[in-house]
Nanobody
């Protein structure tokens, strides 16, 4: 199982980014996919999750209203659209696939919000 994040980069405050997480070696359509982030010197924190088959989404209070998680099961990819970015959103963003017996992480994609 391999998870590969992409889409991170440098963005100005107030800007937007869309992160992607492509999953290979596993059909993830039945499982919860999540995004986490870890800022320098801080613990990794949960950002958002999307479930199947309900499609239910949940968000951390710190990003609610600014972030949208979505998935394309045909492409085995989950997305994180982030708007109105703030300096405090600067972190390495990771996606996570959680099955009944295992959890799998990607290598992360860095996001820097700075002018």
């Amino acid at each position: 199982v391999q998870l590969v994040e992409s889409g991170g980069g440098l963005v100005q405050p107030g800007g937007s980014l869309r992160l992607s997480c492509a999953v290979s070696g596993f059909t993830f359509s039945r499982y919860v996919m999540s995004w986490f982030r870890q800022a320098s010197g801080k613990e990794r924190e949960w950002v958002a999750a999307i479930s199947e088959p309900s499609g239910r989404t949940d968000y951390a209070d710190s990003v609610k209203g600014r972030v949208t998680i979505s998935r394309d099961n045909g492409k085995n990819t989950v997305y994180l659209r982030m708007n109105s970015l703030k300096a405090e959103d600067t972190a390495v963003y990771y996606c996570k696939l959680e099955t009944i017996s295992n959890s799998y992480w990607g290598q992360g994609t860095p996001v820097t919000v700075s002018s």
